[in-house]
């Protein structure tokens, strides 16, 4: 089990105590060109959660090849995942092919930022053209909003994604209590936080149960227990998302918390629990490697 | 260097309209003078930033205005108890300066207790919106007292060099008097240490972080603030 960040939660270079508390750093998500990204107010705090509206803020592929990456690797020595996003299939594979042969160990193909207006290609169409263009692995990060998720990591699986990334945040909006305006410049932003654990493990679980791919499981983590029940549902490894912004030690003190949960759970390792919340015989991804 | 303490209370005293909390300093390193905390809001997902506003032997005091349900939480807390507090944060004021004259407005009084303290004294000049609000004003002795309808503008001298915190009207009226000021902006941010990207507002220019750029700011380098209370109203 790797503990990450979740993507845009986590700046390694101004931070990277932080990151260096973790087995691999996810980048904010890259677009082709750079992204100033939305005008303030950007975040309101909510009941259980927090809603953000950066909009991709970043400094653009080229940049980021030439610069940002070569800075991130001269700082860490652990794998860096990045996160890869745009607008059309087109970008998505032009931004991965750039990728190979760096320092990429790992792509994260963002296929789920609720704060952008332009609308992307299909997921599954995005990541064959991804798979076309590079050797590096994919990870494809999918949205809980779809009502049938299981049928997107399928669809993606079968176009060569080799993970999945759960979940990324939902689109909510807040309003000042006086004025009843939106409190967000864009209106609405992304929701993140312990509201979206319980939706993080129903997506996490079905996604595994379609797929049996490796999944990287996010979604309101605070503790070491969240993170178990991540791994139960199917997670191979988990990401810190909204915590790190409360509690920079948040990853020592998670893999702290996560050794007393699985002692709780009367198990040696936290991988002790791998997909314990599913019934093995009704998986329909070990049925089918069954048949075949 | 900036580190993540649990910390206790130690004093919380009305000051008219707010209350100066007084934490037990433990490792916690001060400072400069415009660097900020932040502090744990209990009941509360994300920490609140603020800045110090006094640093008595083994301890640190935070002025705080309930102006949300993270404040408040914060001005309820009462000897004893103990929260997490991360900092200090950001980039400070800078001290080399000639002729230094302190300027607030409101709650833009919290930095300027441990700035002249730092310089070794400095005249002030501090505003508020009611006589209430002006009690604020016993943290620093001497400082010339204005109250709305007068603005603090209207009594800045010409030939110091200003170094103000206050509401965003405040600090532009104060940039378009004083170029060379140093303002200390407020902006929500719910992590104070670059991670979160909330607190962008226009430096040099583009959308900049302000808790890696500032949170104080020569006023050349920026023109545009939209700044809320608190990140939940």
Redesign the interface.
Known sequence: MMLLNAS????AL??PD?ARQLDAFVT?TITPLPR??N????????A???L?A?GL?NPGRDVFLRQTLPRLAETLDIPIWVSVGGFSARDYAETCAGLDGSDAAVIELNLSCPNVDEAADGAAEIVAACREATAIPLYAKLSAAHPDVGAVALAVAEAGADGLSLINTLRGTAL???TLQP?L?RTTGGLS??ALKPIALAVVHSCYAATGLPIVGMGGVTTGQDALELIACGARDVALG?V??????APARVRAELAEAAERAAVASPDDVFARAHDVEKLPHTRRKVTA | MSRRERRSVVGAEAVGRYTLLRLARGGLDPGAPGQFFMLEAPGRLLPRALSLCLAPPGELAFLVDPVGPGTEALCRLGTGDAIHVFGPLGNGYRLDVQRPLLVGGGIGIAPLPYLAQALGGAPALVGFRSDEHAAAAQLLPGAEVVVEPTLVTEAIRPGYDVLACGPEPMLRAVAALCPSAQLAWEAPMACGYGACYGCAVEIDGELKRLCVEGPVIDASRTTLQLATKEIAA
Request: hydrophobic share 35%; with cysteine.
């Open positions: 845009g939660c986590l700046d101004v931070a932080v904010k100033e990204g005008a303030p107010p950007r975040i309101a705090e909510t259980h959660g927090m953000n950066i803020a000042d209590p006086r409190v410049a936080g312990p909204t790190l912004f409360s509690d920079p030690d």
